[in-house]
């Protein structure tokens, strides 16, 4: 058990934290966690890949930045080190290249971590994968895939997607439909990419401030999450009808509203 | 229970009258009472010996068929109104008794929230009534070379409203997920008559899916789901290999997921099981069928009567182990690139190739195991069986924990599947004596009928209880994808301890009239 109290924070803390963790959305990145309730008495689950019995109950842990759990212990996840297999290519702009990622995701090629840069003659695409067995073969698979709309950029340095952003980055939480229409402002890092979106930590060239990075990412609807004094709050349940059941529920917990 | 009376349950004062309220909202209902057997009952065993022996324990007053979300809403509304029990029930094929309306009410059937697909293969979903049937689904994705890779056994009977009230998974989890990894958005009633929708999306505060999925109908009613498709593989590559030792399968299958590689199909047999899997000498066709056929159905049932015995001879069996492997993807070169892969992790831990004709054979018969069970019901034996999850390191000590309770008390055979980097599931069959066939059953005498059943379900709660006290002391989870049900549910506060108390939080917050499938979960 590594003793986590940041998680309760946001379901972001974890991969705030996750240096040397594969990087997976955080939601998945806690196997189970210990949660406290208003009450003080632990509720701990039972690790396991899946479970099947009743609602995960870590969910009111997760997310709800300490309104109705707080998370004492998680159990996290944790993958082999491997040696990261970087591959880099050439798209026409940025949005090509945001479209290059999804599109390996649709083809289950997702790779752990991924950098896109605007560049004088379009944008330069690097992504590394990761595992033991699958890195070299998911990578070359990739390559087979992207073939058709970009070009190999091997003179791309390997760290490239490891460097730190540039200014003053936000992170959001993004579909790529929100990420191909933030892209002709600047560097994105992308992590825990899916077939619906990525989180991506956001930055404007020659050091942009964040509130205006901020501004950029929720005109293209993404949902800002880092820095704290810039995150949304978002749709909450009132959104899915389900107001009055949070209500409840805070009620219930003897949480805060 | 209700006395046996070998007819079937007739409709109560309170059924006729909310059959006609609910009438009146221009929902279909019945009180008939083939309707309301059918509404009573799963695939648990319990419910397969209750049929056996003519016993109708648990009939609801009345079922409603209604179309829409709205239609369920109004259904709901007028049950709080009426403080009257709601049941949803999709296609029941559940194993754990969760749709079984315990209390009675109105049994709430989903089969007919049967919406026209929408399928936008650009973004890679499909929007599903509830009612939807699985095998339907598929073969529909099919047509557009789409799949959603759920293939629970249940696939040919369970409804898409099952497997999120559920939790369901399927045999090639490993590669596509749990359902709960499926499922973008659901729509659902609540026990207030609300209609949800969960957002597709990044939204604030804790996440409202996944609270709602696996409440086995009482937080609410699901009426429609968005769920992830995926180009449908053209490829498969299929290997079986047999190991020296469970132990020595184990550590293979745990690199193979380890090392990043995402096999389609994984399952590990114990010794029993890879008989029964037909790798070895002994292999017979169709086991199951051959084993509850005639002659042998009468020394099938003298030998369950001594399970230790049975037990301990299969423990001077050979001890190998096989394992099934499968990839599929766009290219057969791809496919057998990653099958390599994993095989040569495989031949570290001593496996040795048996070829794919093992495994096609395997895979061939896996959709028909759930129905030959009942004819082992038939025959006069009971079998029940757990899927239960754990970390790797557990997840041997849990096969020979979970074995030594029950070895007195059933023939144990087990395999391991669903696995995934961080544990698996153990799959557990207990068989056991059930009585007389079911033809003999059917022709004797009441008493006798029920004498059978008591013994029967004393000598399979005997089991289950001997094996689900093993799983909570090794602490694995009860469940990994069957649910609780009616079934598990004394052994559910083991498992969450003080999470019982935020599940209760939950029913407060979603039913607050405590409507919605009471009896289950605690709840």
């Given amino acids: 058990m590594i003793p986590r109290d940041a998680l309760a924070a946001t379901r972001v803390a974890v991969v705030e934290e996750g240096e040397g963790l594969r990087l997976t959305p955080p939601s998945t990145a806690a196997l189970t966690l210990a949660a406290v309730p208003p009450d003080g008495r632990i509720a701990e689950g039972r690790p396991a890949p899946a479970k099947a019995v009743g609602p995960d109950l870590d969910q009111l842990a997760l997310g709800g930045g300490g309104r109705l759990c707080l998370v004492a212990a998680a159990w996290i996840r944790l993958f082999p080190a491997t040696l990261a297999m970087p591959a880099a290519w050439r798209c026409s702009d940025v949005a090509a290249a945001v479209t290059a990622l999804e599109r390996l995701c649709e083809h289950r090629l997702a790779p752990a971590r991924a950098r896109i840069r605007a560049g004088p003659d379009g944008a330069t695409v690097g992504m590394v994968w990761e595992g033991i067995a699958s890195a070299a073969i998911e990578r070359d698979r990739a390559a087979r895939v992207l073939r058709e709309t970009c070009v190999p950029a091997p003179e791309i340095p390997p760290n490239f997607v490891r460097e730190p952003p540039d200014g003053n980055p936000v992170e959001v939480d993004a579909r790529w439909a929100s990420l191909r229409a933030w892209s002709p402002h600047g560097d994105l890092i992308l992590f825990g990419l899916h077939s619906g979106g990525a989180f991506a930590v956001l930055s404007l060239p020659e050091a942009g401030p964040a509130e205006q990075c901020a501004a950029l990412a929720r005109a293209a609807s993404a949902r800002v999450i880092a820095p704290r004094r810039l995150r949304d709050a978002g749709p909450g349940w009132e959104a899915a009808g389900a107001g009055a059941a949070w209500e409840r529920l805070v009620e219930a917990l003897g949480g805060a509203s | 229970m209700v006395p046996v009376t070998g007819r079937l349950p007739s409709a109560t004062a309170l059924g006729r009258a909310l059959r006609q309220q609910i009438a009146a909202l221009d929902v279909a209902a019945s009180c008939e009472a083939p309707d309301l057997w059918a509404a009573s009952r799963d695939c648990s065993p319990a419910a397969l010996l209750w049929t056996k022996a003519r016993v109708f324990p648990h009939p609801p007053d009345v079922v409603a068929w209604p179309e829409t979300a709205e239609q369920v809403a109004a259904v709901v509304r007028l049950a709080g109104q009426r403080q009257v029990p709601v049941v949803p029930i999709g296609g029941g094929s559940g194993t754990a008794g969760g749709a079984i309306p315990v209390r009675g009410g109105i049994a709430l059937d989903t089969k007919r929230l049967t919406r026209p697909l929408r399928i936008d293969a650009g973004k890679g979903t499909v929007d599903a009534g509830a009612g939807t049937n699985g095998k339907r689904l598929d073969e529909l994705l099919a047509k557009e070379r789409l799949t959603l890779g759920h293939a629970p056994e249940s696939l040919r009977t369970a409804t898409v409203g099952g497997w999120l009230a559920t939790r369901s998974a399927g045999v090639l989890s490993t590669r596509y997920g749990v359902l709960a990894d499926m499922v973008l958005s659901v729509t659902a009633v609540d026990g207030s008559g609300e209609i949800l929708r969960t957002l597709d999306g990044p939204s604030a505060g804790p996440n409202l899916l996944p609270l709602l999925l696996g409440s086995e109908g009482t937080l609410a009613i699901f009426t429609e789901a968005r769920l992830r498709v995926w180009r449908r593989p053209r490829e498969r590559w299929l290997r079986a290999v047999r190991f020296a030792s469970l132990q020595d399968?184990?550590?293979?299958?745990?690199?193979?997921?380890?090392?990043?590689?995402?096999?389609?199909?994984?399952?590990?047999?114990?010794?029993?099981?890879?008989?029964?899997?037909?790798?070895?000498?002994?292999?017979?066709?169709?086991?199951?069928?051959?084993?509850?056929?005639?002659?042998?159905?009468?020394?099938?049932?003298?030998?369950?009567?001594?399970?230790?015995?049975?037990?301990?001879?299969?423990?001077?069996?050979?001890?190998?182990?096989?394992?099934?492997?499968?990839?599929?993807?766009?290219?057969?070169?791809?496919?057998?690139?990653?099958?390599?892969?994993?095989?040569?992790?495989?031949?570290?831990?001593?496996?040795?190739?048996?070829?794919?004709?093992?495994?096609?054979?395997?895979?061939?018969?896996?959709?028909?195991?759930?129905?030959?069970?009942?004819?082992?019901?038939?025959?006069?034996?009971?079998?029940?069986?757990?899927?239960?999850?754990?970390?790797?390191?557990?997840?041997?000590?849990?096969?020979?924990?979970?074995?030594?309770?029950?070895?007195?008390?059933?023939?144990?055979?087990?395999?391991?599947?669903?696995?995934?980097?961080?544990?698996?599931a153990l799959e557990i069959s207990l068989v056991g004596p059930a009585g007389a066939p079911a033809s003999e059953s059917a022709e004797g005498s009441r008493d006798d009928a029920e004498m059978d059943l008591e013994r029967a379900q004393e000598g399979r709660e005997a089991a289950w209880n001997a094996a689900l006290s093993a799983v909570a002391a090794e602490g694995a989870s009860i469940s990994h994808h069957s649910g609780v049900g009616s079934a598990r549910q004394a052994f559910l506060h083991r498992e969450l301890g003080e999470g019982t108390r935020q599940l209760r939080a939950l029913k407060k917050a979603f039913d607050p009239h405590g409507i919605l499938n009471p009896g289950k979960l605690l709840l």
């Fill in chain 2, 249 to 424: 399968a184990l550590a293979a299958v745990r690199e193979v997921l380890r090392s990043g590689l995402r096999p389609h199909l994984v399952r590990l047999h114990d010794p029993l099981d890879t008989l029964f899997a037909g790798a070895d000498p002994m292999r017979v066709p169709q086991p199951l069928k051959w084993l509850a056929d005639g002659a042998q159905a009468e020394a099938l049932r003298l030998a369950l009567r001594a399970p230790l015995l049975l037990n301990r001879l299969v423990d001077a069996l050979p001890a190998s182990s096989l394992v099934v492997l499968g990839f599929e993807g766009e290219f057969e070169d791809d496919t057998a690139e990653e099958g390599e892969a994993a095989l040569a992790l495989c031949r570290k831990e001593r496996g040795e190739d048996l070829g794919a004709a093992p495994a096609e054979w395997w895979l061939a018969s896996i959709h028909r195991a759930p129905w030959r069970q009942a004819l082992l019901f038939a025959a006069g034996a009971f079998v029940e069986t757990l899927d239960v999850a754990t970390t790797w390191p557990r997840a041997e000590p849990l096969y020979h924990a979970v074995r030594a309770a029950t070895q007195g008390l059933a023939l144990v055979r087990a395999h391991f599947a669903h696995a995934a980097p961080e544990g698996c």
